[in-house]
């Protein structure tokens, strides 16, 4: 017994009768056999469906037939004008467009984990590394893989190597850190970038025409941005440990 509710009435029981499917029906069905059945049933012609699908008309139909055979009951009407879907098969058709839709979602899906990609991007990144790569890659790989979605995440140099090594972003792109916070993380180099320094009119350094590290290493410096701190300081205390002074940023603007 099932209730059904009609628009303005009250609750009122009414009995329902499905038709049993031997256990047996399902074993020799194939996808091809649902995949002739939706053809027909959307077209509901059997000539317009063979054609659609590239198949015999007499073939298509014989495959019909053997499905209905194999589940005992009649899932089209036929006509001098063409077919009608019977109960049965108004029932059944939208059970095997839903099968074959999970089908050729699997499959997507499936091929895409097999080619690399992902529903999501996890993708790190230091400042100002984002405004030199990022945009062109991200717009290049969109085009390649345009049903995945890229989410970009503004970290620190320490921050990017904990969210790569436990997994949540699928890649970064930074500075290769010094020390052991990189242990363990494998690094591409996709590019270089030289190092500038800026200075005060009337700097003593002016007046030299190369400046080294030894003279750079008792000076005060600025950075921009406190993520960019991190990777420059471990930068410079990699290059000014020779000279004997590794010396932190004094100054923020």
Request: aromatic share 8%; hydrophobic share 45%.
């Amino acid at each position: 017994m099932f209730w059904h509710r009609i628009a303005g009435s009250a609750q009122r029981p009414f009995s329902c009768c499905f038709h049993a499917f031997p256990a047996q029906s399902f074993e020799a069905m194939e996808l091809r056999h649902l995949r002739y059945f939706v053809a027909v049933g959307q077209a509901l012609n059997f000539t317009k469906a063979a054609m659609r699908l590239h198949l015999a008309q007499p073939a298509l139909s014989r495959q019909v037939s053997d499905l209905e055979d194999e589940l005992g009951v009649d899932l089209l009407k036929r006509t001098s004008h063409g077919v009608l879907l019977t109960s049965e098969g108004k029932l059944f058709l939208e059970f095997a467009r839903g099968i074959l839709q999970g089908v050729d979602d699997s499959v997507t899906k499936v091929r895409a984990m097999a080619r690399g990609e992902f529903d999501e991007l996890q993708v790190g990144y230091l400042p100002p590394l984002d405004m030199h790569i990022l945009p062109r890659a991200v717009a290049q790989f969109q085009k390649s893989a345009p049903g995945v979605k890229v989410v970009l995440h503004d970290l620190g140099s320490d921050e990017l190597c904990e969210k790569l090594r436990d997994g949540f972003l699928h890649l970064a792109v930074m500075i290769r850190p010094s020390g052991t916070s990189g242990v363990g993380l494998d690094f591409e180099e996709v590019g270089s970038y030289p190092f500038f320094v800026a200075m005060a009119p009337g700097h003593p350094l002016l007046r030299m025409k190369t400046i080294s590290v030894e003279a750079l290493a008792s000076q005060l410096w600025s950075s921009l941005h406190d993520e960019i701190i991190q990777s420059i300081t471990g930068y410079c205390k990699t290059s000014f440990r020779p000279c004997g002074r590794i010396l932190p940023p004094r100054a923020t603007a």
